[in-house]
């Protein structure tokens, strides 16, 4: 069964530091490129940040960069987001998405999900 799981996520104040993961299951990672999505309840879901298959490019949203990093270690079958310097705004539901070949910030070219993660930014 295909599968993509992110764990990691969790109750933060303002400020603070969390990584989340990605763990794939079912298939391979290697020549897929990861996107990381959020979703605020009343909003649309919004693109974070991406990484290509090889993990030598990432891209991010302009709110995140500099504060969000996205890795990938292949050899697990796994990807990370760390996130620092948390604000309130980034309270969300995080996903991440799998597609082949070169990354995108459209959430509609995306192959695979999983089924999000929590992220409370709050004092």
């Known amino acids: 069964q295909v599968q993509l799981v992110e764990s990691g996520g969790g109750l933060v104040q303002p400020g603070g530091s969390l990584r989340l993961s990605c763990a794939a299951s079912g298939f391979t990672l290697d020549y897929y490129a990861i996107g990381w999505f959020r979703q605020a309840p009343g909003k649309e879901r919004e693109f974070v940040g991406a990484?290509?298959?090889?993990?030598?490019?990432?891209y991010y949203a302009n709110s995140m960069r500099g504060r969000f990093t996205i890795s990938r270690d292949n050899a697990k079958n796994t990807n990370y987001l760390q996130m620092n310097s948390l604000k309130p705004e980034d309270t969300a539901v995080y996903y991440c998405?799998?597609?082949?070949?070169?990354?995108?910030?459209?959430?509609?070219?995306?192959?695979?999900w999983g089924q999000g993660t929590q992220v409370t930014v709050s004092s």
């Open positions: 998405a799998a597609k082949l070949g070169l990354y995108s910030n459209s959430a509609a070219v995306y192959d695979y």
């Open positions: 990484i290509s298959w090889g993990g030598d490019t990432t």
